[in-house]
Antibody
Framework: QVQLVQSGAEVKKPGASVKVSCKASGYTFTTYGINWVRQAPGQGLEWMGWISTYNGNTNYAQRLQGRVTMTTDTSTSTAYMDLRSLRSDDTAVYYC??????????????WGKGTTVTVSS | QSALTQPASVSGSPGQSITISCTGTSSDVGGYNYVSWYQQHPGKAPKLMIYDVSNRPSGVSNRFSGSKSGNTASLTISGLQAEDEADYYCGSYTSSNTVVFGGGTKLTVL
């Protein structure tokens, strides 16, 4: 079945970087893009960006531009989200979510279970 | 990009129908038929319930329906069941080629 398996929880100090992985299975990886969405404790969903698994094109949320990089490794069907210069308000559950289409239309269907990232000194 | 506006909470009794609104602008909800709705139970990942304003993914109950008028999209749940109690989020494609979510609505089944 289609699933996205994310890497384990991380604890980081302010100013550090974190890289979260998302391994896809059950479908052809390059057919659908991957979105990253985060959710701070007790808060709503925040879209972070999207990457085309077909050609590597990216769209990032403006407020994260310059701090976030999304990449893929098609040989292992894995997407990565790298967030730098971490602050306490980056503490959140980070989700990867498959786009419904190869092109970007903002919709997602299958979600990973989430990766908890805690930023604390 | 400001978040889409949803009511913080709605409630209904089993068997009743409820509607959750999601208000944006002509740059997001009103400008495109790319509105999605997600259900999230505590401690779980969101689940897609509606895409492209009114389409249901395979496996989602037909008690869930979506619509749009102008800059406001709506999710209607008919025949409320206890298992429908969850948080619901709308999301829309925007003219900036990004996604904006609503703040979320907590549904309580009385």
């Amino acid at each position: 079945q289609v699933q996205l398996v994310q890497s384990g929880a991380e604890v980081k100090k302010p100013g550090a970087s974190v890289k979260v992985s998302c391994k896809a299975s059950g479908y052809t990886f390059t057919t659908y893009g991957i979105n990253w969405v985060r959710q701070a404790p007790g808060q709503g969903l925040e879209w972070m960006g999207w990457i085309s698994t077909y050609n590597g094109n990216t769209n990032y949320a403006q407020r994260l531009q310059g701090r976030v990089t999304m990449t893929t490794d098609t040989s292992t069907s894995t997407a990565y989200m790298d967030l730098r210069s971490l602050r306490s308000d980056d503490t959140a559950v980070y989700y990867c979510a498959r786009g419904r289409m190869r092109y970007f239309d903002g919709s997602t269907d299958v979600w990973g279970k989430g990766t908890t990232v805690t930023v604390s000194s | 990009q400001s978040a889409l506006t949803q009511p913080a909470s709605v409630s209904g009794s089993p068997g009743q129908s409820i509607t959750i609104s999601c208000t944006g602008t002509s740059s997001d909800v009103g400008g495109y038929n790319y509105v999605s709705w997600y259900q999230q139970h505590p401690g779980k990942a969101p689940k897609l319930m509606i895409y492209d304003v009114s389409n249901r993914p395979s496996g989602v109950s037909n008690r869930f329906s979506g619509s749009k008028s102008g800059n406001t999209a709506s999710l209607t749940i008919s025949g409320l069941q206890a298992e429908d109690e969850a948080d619901y989020y709308c999301g829309s494609y925007t003219s900036s080629n990004t996604v904006v979510f609503g703040g979320g609505t907590k549904l309580t089944v009385l």
